[in-house]
Each structure stands twice: as C-alpha cells, then as structure tokens.
C-alpha cells in the first residue's frame, strides 16, 4: 500500500511556540489533508489542500501543498494547551476517496 | 444532526467469537468506510461503501465483512475474533457528488469502538 512518511513522531513544546510538521511521499497526489485526533475521539479534518504550491490557513494553523506534489506541511503558531493530540497527514487514493493516513506526530503543550 | 455514530464503545471479545460494530450517520451520506487504527499508527482502511447494496475491500480487509442495506447504516462484522484484531475501529461518512471523484464535502468520523480480543 501507499506509504506516507510523516515527521517528527512526536514533540513536546511550551505554550506559546511554533511547531512543524510535515509529510512525503514518493507518489504524487491531488489532494493533501490534514486532521487532528483528540485522545478517545474520530479524527476530525483541519485543512485540505487540493493544488500544488497551495498555501491554506485555518485560523493558527497553515498548510502548505508541495510544488512537487510529493508533500505538505502544517505549521502551527503560538500553540495553546488544547492543541494536544495526534495530527496525521493523508491522501485520497482512487475515486473513492480512501483515504490513507500517516502515522501520526504526537503533540504535547506544556503549559 | 449526530454526524456519525458508533455502538458500542467498548468491547471485550475471547478467541472465536463474533460481533458486529454498528455504524450510523444521519448526513444522508452515500459513501462511508470502516477503519482500524493500531496504537502509535495511523488509520487503516477495512472496507468501504459508495452506496446501499455496493461495499468493496480497503487495505486490510481479511477478518472482516461488511454489509450496506441502508444508506444511514454500515455494520462491520467479525466472524472469528483473533487477538490481531485489537484495535479501535473508526467509521466515516462523506457525501461524494459530481463526476471525476469531486466531492463537495468532508469524511466524517465516529468516536471509534476499542475492541480487545483476549
């Protein structure tokens, strides 16, 4: 199956900073998404991207997908305590829109 | 609107037994899917549906089987439960329109069922 390459795995940050994240792919794709999954919850999407070099925010979050179309990024600014949970990147796949997920990177706010 | 409801919560299973997860969403949704998420990895797709009577094998399909007689509904079904199948189960919803797979909205997903097969 597809492989996406997400990074870091985790972070542990302090409230108020800046954190990145980002994933690859050696496939192109036409669609990058990002979702956020609270503990004990569904994941819920953050932002899509749908065309190469887009640049997207969503509040303090922005997205970015690559020129290449082999990755995206996701940029959190001035992170508050309920910014903790797992954020996966992930593509559709097929036109069913399956989507396939990264692993996941682990965030932590401390306060 | 509930969006996407799962039952049960949760689940304790020995080896060998069967269940059904049940998965409900009132958006009027036509496709939904079934996922499985082990711990520290992302989501993975079981089986999917893109309308009543039409279900068709996700990425890891083997264990399972799936059925969709209505719209709102999409049971997953374990036949004989296998501690390879503990996991947390995710079902989703979106509603997909037009030609050339452009959808107009978003996947949706339940709070999940933590199934423990001992």
């Known amino acids: 199956g597809q492989q996406l390459n997400q990074s870091p795995q985790s972070m542990f940050i302090q409230e108020g900073e800046d954190v990145s994240m980002n994933c690859t792919s050696s496939s192109i794709f036409n669609t990058w998404l990002w979702y956020k999954q609270d503990p004990g919850e569904g994941p819920v999407l953050l932002i899509a991207l749908y065309k190469a070099g887009e640049l997207t925010s969503n509040g303090r979050l922005t997205a970015q997908f690559g020129i290449t179309r082999k990755d995206s990024f996701l940029n959190i600014s001035a992170s508050i305590p309920s910014d903790v949970g797992i954020y996966f990147c992930?593509?559709?796949?097929?036109?069913?829109?399956?989507?396939?997920f990264g692993k996941g990177m682990k965030l932590t706010v401390n306060p | 609107n509930a969006g996407v409801t799962q039952t049960p919560k949760f689940r304790i299973l020995k080896i060998g037994q069967s269940m059904t997860l049940q998965c409900t969403q009132d958006?009027?949704?036509?496709?939904m899917y079934w996922y499985r998420q082990d711990p520290g990895m992302g989501l993975k797709l079981i089986y999917y549906?893109?309308?009543?009577?039409?279900?068709d094998k996700g990425e890891v399909p083997n264990g399972y089987n799936v059925s969709r007689s209505t719209t709102e509904d999409f049971p997953l079904r374990l036949e004989l439960a296998a501690p390879s199948q503990t996991s947390v189960y995710f079902c989703?919803?979106?509603?997909?329109?037009?030609?050339?797979?452009?959808?107009?909205?978003?996947?949706?997903f339940g709070p999940g069922t933590r199934l423990t097969v001992l």
């Open positions: 989703a919803s979106t509603l997909l329109l037009g030609l050339a797979g452009v959808y107009t909205d978003t996947q949706y």
């Open positions: 958006m009027n949704h036509n496709y």
């Open positions: 549906s893109v309308g009543a009577g039409i279900t």
């Open positions: 992930a593509i559709t796949q097929g036109g069913s829109e399956k989507l396939v």
